[in-house]
């Protein structure tokens, strides 16, 4: 591997690439150079501020190049990256911020209607405080309170730090430290930490470049949120090794993506479907030229053919992929191989990625729980050896709570989440194989199922549809549809029609909102 670490990865982008295009931001456009010169002063204000290695800095903002710089700052000063998810709640963050002790924390100022600062400082003051959170930077040129420090007042803090003591800082970081700590989304219980090393993430974001076809010159769409592994490595690492240019949007907004994609004359566009189903279905995509688009990558436990086909079709996207990974396997386990079928990319997440193994615990074509094993299966939670424990095994092998089908060929199919299966009458039903049935239903544009409980047959499934705009559709008629497409037991009972899903930053369905509204 080329790199040992990411400080080493972002200086030697930074002159590889010095005059590529590296991030573009509004009116904002700097050089790989320039980001790298960035990047080093913001290292310097760490180091400046006391930051030491394996100190923790996280960072709760939006998609921005403010993010990029201090996050990769405050790596390579040593420090733990521990980005916070934007859609949590001041407490949410706090409790994050307590239990992995972080020193310092980049918070963005208003967002989404939303003061940050405002929300912190409130959770702080009405809960048990955060003792070892000793500096807290806002990521905003607006006045900071009086106790916070504003983004430029940090890093002029570092200005009297030499350039030589960054570089030995960042030398000094080896591939065997950890690199960050990512905080699970928390859908099916509180967030944990996974340890994640430098060289773990080096290794795995190659893998993932050299199988998408990034290359130098791509302009890359990052709309999957930073502090996901999808948009953090998937998005900046990637484009960090292949001298492909950043274009960070902090909100999905169907209108700003279409426009962006046209006027940066966007190539790659990562995202979950609902994404790509959004702007294919868009009424004024025809208006927006997007036949820049060559790479599209995508995963989830339903993706429809009918996407793939159009996404190749309609957009004449060259390449598009799915891939399947969560936070406890640096986010990446199994993905498509360019070439694949379109077949096998709808239908499955591929086949698992060089140095790793993937195996289900039920005979092939059967579903179980997916077990993983290799260079990608984090170090464990951070500090909660009972939860590590319940989920690595002592030959190695990560239990990832998935259920999923493997084929013959080694492609793997998931079929769901272990909690979010139910049991019809004795059957196991699992919820994103009913939907993947019953997304191809012409007048569906977003479904999303549950189980509820039932008198005679204990659960049964329970339909949240989102129909497609001038539809009709009523729930007798999905059901009778439904009946002719798949085993009785699968069929849901109900079916309740809403104007959209619930979806976390990362475009995953909260469940448990579902089932709270029932």
Known sequence: MEWQSIPELVRRAAERYADTEAVVEGRTRISYGEL?????????????????????????????????????????????????????????????????????????????????????????????????????????????????????????????????EVRARAGAV?????????????????????????????RAYEVWSDLAGLRRGDRYLIVNPFFHTFGYKAGVIACLMRGATMIPQSVFNVG???????????SVLPGPPTLHQSLLDHPARD???????????????????????????????????????????????????????????????????????????????????????????????????????????????????DVGVLDRSGCLRITDRIKDMFIVGGFNAYPAEIEQTLGLHPDVADVAVIGVPDARLGEVGKAYVVRRPGAVLTGDDLIAWARREMANYKVPRVVEFVGELPRNASGKVVKGELRGRV
């Open 174 to 202: 080896e591939g065997s430290w950890p690199s960050d700590i990512v905080y699970t989304s928390g859908t099916t219980g509180r967030p944990k930490g996974a340890v994640i090393t430098h060289a773990q993430t080096l």
């Open 256 to 266: 700003t993506a279409l426009a962006n994609i046209a006027a940066e004359r966007v």
């Open 287 to 401: 208006s927006h030229d997007l036949s820049a688009l060559r790479l599209v990558v995508t995963g989830a436990a339903v993706v429809p053919l009918r996407l793939v086909e159009r996404l190749r079709g309609e957009l004449g996207v060259e390449t598009v992929l799915t891939a399947y990974g969560l936070s406890e396997a640096s986010g990446i386990v199994t993905m498509c191989r360019r070439g694949d079928d379109p077949s096998v990319i709808a239908s499955t997440s591929g086949r698992a990625i060089p140095g790793t193994e993937v195996r289900v615990e039920a005979p092939v074509g059967e579903p179980g729980e997916v077990l993983v094993r290799g260079f990608n299966v984090m170090r464990g939670y951070y500090e909660d050896e009972a939860a590590t424990a319940e989920v690595l095994t002592e030959d190695g092998w990560l239990r990832t709570g």
């Open 36 to 164: 790298g010169a960035r990047v080093e002063r913001s290292a310097a204000a760490c180091i400046a501020y006391g930051i030491a290695p394996g100190d923790r800095v996280a960072v709760w903002a939006p998609n921005t190049l403010d993010w990029i710089v201090s996050a990769l700052g405050a790596v390579s000063a040593g420090a733990v990256l521990v980005p916070l998810n934007t859609r949590f709640k001041g407490t949410e963050a706090a409790d994050v911020l307590r239990r992995s002790g972080a020193r310092l924390l980049f918070v963005t100022g208003t967002f989404l209607g939303t003061s940050y600062v405002a929300s912190l400082r409130r959770a702080v003051a009405e809960g048990p405080g955060l003792p070892q959170l000793e500096q807290v930077v806002v990521l905003s040129d607006d006045a900071a309170p009086a106790d916070f420090r504003t983004w430029k007042d940090f890093l002029a803090g570092g200005d009297g730090v030499s350039a030589a």
